[in-house]
């Protein structure tokens, strides 16, 4: 892709508090109050530091993108690795929220038009990637639940037997 500025739009001060009253009504008072507690703990410069971050992420998801490359690909899994911590900066984002997020990317016409203003198909790339990605995440801790499971069951064999 061009090196030519691809960023994110971001929200006047007026939009930003209409989000959080939105966000406020949808996650609850308590959690998004954290969020914003956290993210004004943060100097100014690691704000920007944070915001150049997340755009980095999302240029890098474009990219990978127009390369054609889909979840399973090392490459993109990197990346949806560093847009999760990336989301740390502000929450712990479970595997629902991760899920939704990547919905709402290709449902919400904010977001639509913000992403498309990188790449006209980012929202629908988006969506897709993300959810292979959280499903990889799913199977994980399944498979991981499950070996606990099993290795707790053979310990309890051992102890009965």
């Given at each position: 892709?061009?090196?030519?500025?691809?960023?994110?739009?971001?929200?006047?001060?007026?939009?930003?508090k209409q989000y959080e009253r939105e966000a406020r009504l949808q996650y609850g008072p308590a959690?998004?109050?954290?969020?914003?507690g956290t993210w004004n703990s943060y100097s100014k410069?690691?704000?920007e530091a944070i915001k150049a971050e997340g755009d980095q992420v999302y240029l890098d998801l474009a990219?990978?993108?127009?390369?054609?490359?889909?979840?399973?690909d090392d490459k993109v899994r990197a990346i949806l690795d560093r847009w999760q911590a990336h989301l740390r900066h502000f929450y712990e984002p479970?595997?629902?929220?991760?899920?939704?997020?990547?919905r709402?990317?290709?449902t919400s016409p904010e977001f639509i038009a913000n992403f498309q203003r990188?790449?006209?198909?980012?929202?629908?790339?988006?969506?897709?990637?993300?959810?292979?990605?959280?499903?990889?995440?799913?199977?994980?801790?399944?498979?991981?639940?499950?070996a606990e499971d099993e290795e707790l069951a053979r310990r309890r064999g051992r102890l009965s037997g």
């Open positions: 892709m061009s090196k030519k500025k691809r960023g994110l739009q971001r929200h006047s001060d007026g939009e930003q959690e998004v109050n954290e969020t914003i410069a690691k704000q990219d990978v993108m127009a390369a054609r490359l889909e979840a399973s479970s595997l629902d929220r991760l899920r939704g997020l990547g709402l990317y290709n990188i790449h006209p198909d980012l929202p629908a790339y988006l969506e897709r990637v993300i959810e292979d990605y959280v499903d990889e995440l799913e199977t994980a801790e399944l498979e991981r639940m499950l």
